[in-house]
């Protein structure tokens, strides 16, 4: 079992940067794939970022490819995400799933068993 809790959300103006950050507890997150996922009113849930278990693989979705950046810790059981040069367009509810030892399609988010509560992402023009 595993539990997530984001923070580090909230308001910022356009060309800003904001860095979120998803904490687990019950267990380690050594063994388990992270991503990141947002969803705005209204509209489907979008794959942002992903970093692998193994491999130290990351991946992120078109929409923020270059803006953002996924690491994680896990001698903190923490993983982040910088988001840079923030834009309108990426106010949305951010969401940090894991699964355990996923290795393929990581930007399903069926395929993740575990998700923290959210946090609010606001970007004002």
């Known amino acids: 079992q595993v539990q997530l809790v984001e923070s580090g959300g909230g308001l910022v103006q356009a060309g800003g940067s904001l860095r979120l950050s998803c904490a687990a507890s019950g267990r380690t997150f050594s063994d388990y794939t992270v991503g990141w996922f947002r969803q705005a009113p209204g509209k489907e849930r979008e794959f942002v970022a992903v970093i692998t278990w193994t491999g130290g693989r990351v991946y992120y979705g078109g929409s923020v490819k270059g803006r953002f950046t996924i690491s994680r810790d896990d001698a903190k059981n923490t993983v982040y995400l910088e988001m840079n040069s923030l834009k309108p367009e990426d106010t949305a509810i951010y969401y940090c799933?894991?699964?355990?030892?996923?290795?393929?399609?990581?930007?399903?988010?069926?395929?993740?068993?575990?998700w923290g509560q959210g946090t609010q992402v606001t970007v004002s023009s």
């Open positions: 799933a894991a699964d355990y030892r996923l290795a393929a399609q990581w930007n399903v988010e069926q395929h993740y068993d575990y």
